[in-house]
């Protein structure tokens, strides 16, 4: 069930290739590339551990020099001082700016391989090889790079496209369960913004908690369709100045829970879960979504062994504060994501060179006041 999914930007156009076995076939993947000689595998000790032998194999088989970069494993990692390591063995190794840095893991390795790829020498050559489900169906596409800062996430970055993104679904055997179900709610959100059959696909199957009941061909599927409507969003707006907002649906919520709780309590998709329910539920409170559509997005995303209801001991008026921090604060208001239908995006993006920002953005959400997200959060 091989699959490539081409995200034809005009400046940087690659592809996503999706296929088990493909952590073998790296070397001669980047041999169809200009990428150099010397490639740095950037990668922790787990994923390394796990994957790392057969990647540089593979690599060191088509003629490459592997340089390897194992960086210390965990989000508070994620920083600029991390960043310097980076650096650090290029200069050891005497990286030239036609050289490669290759990231070898989930979404915190990718995030700060693709920041060091971005401004090492002005901008070196980068390849996603994402080991997570959240980093194959989301943090590996679309070219947002970069690291936290003690005062915020993602505070430091910069859009860097890969030249290619390697997927091997067979990894995912080896990710610890409830990171797959992180991974599932991003799975969950491209289904309800974008497709809707993959969100009937999702809504018939038994079970999606557990990934060794799950086939092959399943996986594959809600792989290739997810890169899809990442590939699709971002090609209509690289840079996030309207339709790709549409990716943050139940970011909202999903941020300040995850920030009252100190990011300790819930990983990130387990609290995209709760943002989704609580914005599935305003948008059918507004009058925009049909309830029942609603409940059937919270019976996918009970089946995905995420949570549905908040926790009772969570502050709400402290969650509303939180959210007008948010990046998305415009004139003091907080914008959601709200859905109007099951993969209504793709309706707003296929009509999208007839419409100007404001249009898009009124399309793809709206401005809420704080009683009104307050009721929901109360109704939970
Ligand atoms: N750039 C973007 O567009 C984007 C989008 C979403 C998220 N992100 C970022 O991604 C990060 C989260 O990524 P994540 O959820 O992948 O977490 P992560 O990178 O921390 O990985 C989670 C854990 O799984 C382990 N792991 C990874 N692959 C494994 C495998 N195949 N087998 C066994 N263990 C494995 C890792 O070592 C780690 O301990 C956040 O920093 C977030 O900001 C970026
Ligand atoms: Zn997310």
Not at 289 to 306: E, F, M, N, P, V
């Amino acid at each position: 069930m091989a699959a490539t999914i081409a995200l034809n930007l005009p400046t940087n156009p690659y592809q996503i290739q999706i296929d088990g076995g493909n952590i073998d076939r790296l070397g001669e993947k980047l041999a169809g590339l200009k990428i150099g000689t010397k490639v740095t595998i950037v990668s922790n000790p787990s994923v390394f551990g796990h994957y790392g032998d057969r990647a540089v194999k593979s690599i060191s088989q088509s003629g490459f020099e592997v340089i390897e970069c194992i960086l210390p494993d965990g989000e508070e990692h994620k920083n600029l001082r991390t960043i310097e390591q980076i650096y650090d063995r290029a200069i050891a190794s005497k990286l030239e700016r036609s050289s490669t840095f290759l990231a070898l893991g989930g979404g915190v390795i990718g995030d700060m391989t693709g920041f060091a790829a971005a401004t090492w020498n002005r901008g070196t050559n980068f390849i996603q090889v994402p080991t997570t489900l959240l980093a194959m169906v989301d943090a590996s596409v679309g070219g947002k790079t970069g690291v936290n800062h003690p005062q915020g996430k993602n505070k430091i970055g910069a859009f860097y496209q890969p030249k290619l993104v390697a997927i091997d679904p067979d990894v995912l055997q080896t990710l610890p369960a409830r990171e797959f179900r992180a991974g599932m709610a991003e799975v969950i959100k491209y289904a309800v913004i974008w497709d809707a059959d993959l969100f009937d696909r999702l809504l018939n199957h038994p079970q999606l908690s557990n990934i060794e009941d799950l086939a092959p061909e399943f996986i594959a599927d809600i792989l290739t369709r997810s890169c899809q409507a990442k590939a699709d969003v971002v090609l209509k707006d690289e840079k996030e100045s309207h339709l790709r907002g549409i990716l943050n649906y139940g970011h909202t919520i999903g941020h300040a829970i995850e920030s009252i709780t100190n990011y300790a309590r819930f990983n990130h998709g387990e609290a995209v879960g709760m943002g989704m329910v609580v914005a599935g539920r305003l948008a059918a409170a507004l009058g925009l979504w049909s309830k029942d559509d609603a409940d059937r997005q919270d019976l996918i995303i009970a089946k995905a062994g995420l949570t549905t209801h908040l926790p009772a001991d969570l502050d709400l008026e402290k969650i509303v504060h939180l959210t007008h921090s948010d990046k998305k604060v415009e004139a003091g208001k907080v914008r959601y994501i709200l859905p109007s239908s099951i993969g209504y995006g793709r309706k707003i993006g296929d009509r999208i060179a007839t419409k100007d920002r404001q249009t898009i953005l009124n399309e793809i959400g709206r401005e809420v006041e704080d009683n009104e997200i307050i009721n929901v959060l109360r109704s939970m």
